[in-house]
């Protein structure tokens, strides 16, 4: 487990268009440089590593695109419950309708950015 990041990411990559929100928002949050993105489907299917990862690494940040929190569950399965969780729908992105703008991706950075400083 790679250490060196203070905060880490992981998020739905889903069929709709809420999913590319959070991948896309924690892919631009990674290239930062502050942000390393983890698989979000190795904590459900490698329980040695999510252990691993759930005594190592503290500051996690989970993007879910919708309110069906898959993220969210796939990490309260793993044990992880120390973390920020948004989800896309509450920065009136509608499931199914709002194209995806790098515009409204940075606006969700921003806010994870505020969260990160309190």
Known sequence: MDKSFQYYVVSCSGASNTGKFSDEVARKFMKSG?????CLARFSIDKAWAEEAKKDIK??????????HCAEKIMLEAG?????HLKTTDFDIVKGKTPYS???ANE?????QKLMET
């Not at 500051?59 to 069906?68: A, E, K, Q, S």
């Not at 992880?80 to 920020?84: G, L, S, V």
């Not at 969700?108 to 994870?112: F, L, N, Q, R």
């Open 102 to 104: 790098d515009e409204k």
């Open 80 to 84: 992880i419950t120390n973390y920020i």
């Open 108 to 112: 969700i950075i921003e806010h994870i």
């Open 34 to 38: 502050n942000v390393k993105m983890l």
């Open 59 to 68: 500051n996690i940040i989970v993007l879910d695109g919708c309110p069906i």
